[in-house]
Nanobody
Framework: QVQLVESGGGLVQPGGSLTLSCVAS????????RGWFRQAPGKEREFVGG????????DYADSVKGRFTISSDNAKNTVYLQMNGLQPEDTAVYYC?????????????????WGQGTQVTVSS
């Protein structure tokens, strides 16, 4: 069992930045790659990006490419989502997830463990 806990959400003005963290505990986190998803009210949960734990390879949704950056600190079992240039359409609950596919899935069904989510609100 892996437990994931996200933090770092909040209210930010358009054009601002936030960094989300996802800390893992339980089974060795090196067994699991990580993804970030988000869900806006009334919408499906969508893929934001992901990272391969072993080599740091990343993948991003087109909607966030160039604005969001995913990184990891293996010693702290933590993955980060650095979000720059935030816009109102980025408002959502952001979730961290863990996968053992060996690559970065974009489908939420391919993730085994999920965090509880953290709210990000972009508004003036």
């Amino acid at each position: 069992q892996v437990q994931l806990v996200e933090s770092g959400g909040g209210l930010v003005q358009p054009g601002g930045s936030l960094t989300l963290s996802c800390v893992a505990s339980g089974r060795p986190s090196s067994s699991f790659d990580r993804g970030w998803f988000r869900q806006a009210p009334g919408k499906e949960r969508e893929f934001v990006g992901g990272i391969i734990w072993s080599d740091g390879s990343t993948d991003y949704a087109d909607s966030v490419k160039g604005r969001f950056t995913i990184s990891s600190d293996n010693a702290k079992n933590t993955v980060y989502l650095q979000m720059n240039g935030l816009q109102p359409e980025d408002t959502a609950v952001y979730y961290c997830a863990a996968s053992r596919m060996g690559w970065i899935p974009r489908r939420k069904s391919q993730y085994t463990y999920w965090g509880q989510g953290t709210q990000v609100t972009v508004s003036s």
